[in-house]
């Protein structure tokens, strides 16, 4: 039990940033480039974007596809979606 506390701690600090929720909450829509993603997050750089999203793909949160010159991002487990879905509607603008 205490590991499993410890993987929910961890993906919750995960969490606990606004532009990652912000990255996941355009991902509930649909799979994005980086590109389209950078539109729900204005107020970084794509820098630190793709740092984000590596973050989230490494913790096995998002998995990405090449297509072309361009990778698209989606979420990689639904209960994420259904997490991120519920703090979208009732948190998020």
Do not use: W
């Not at 010159?69 to 487990?77: A, C, H």
């Amino acid at each position: 039990m205490e590991e499993k506390a410890r993987k929910i701690a961890d993906f919750l600090k995960l969490l606990a940033n606004e532009q990652r929720l912000l990255i996941l909450c355009a991902l509930l829509e649909e799979p994005m480039t980086v590109g389209r993603i950078h539109a729900f997050t204005p107020g970084i750089t794509a820098s630190a974007l793709s740092q984000h999203l590596a973050q989230l793909k490494t913790a096995g949160i998002l998995e990405s596809e090449k297509q072309g010159m361009n990778v698209r991002y989606r979420l990689k487990d639904q209960r994420i979606g259904g997490l991120i879905a519920y703090l979208k509607e009732n948190y998020c603008v």
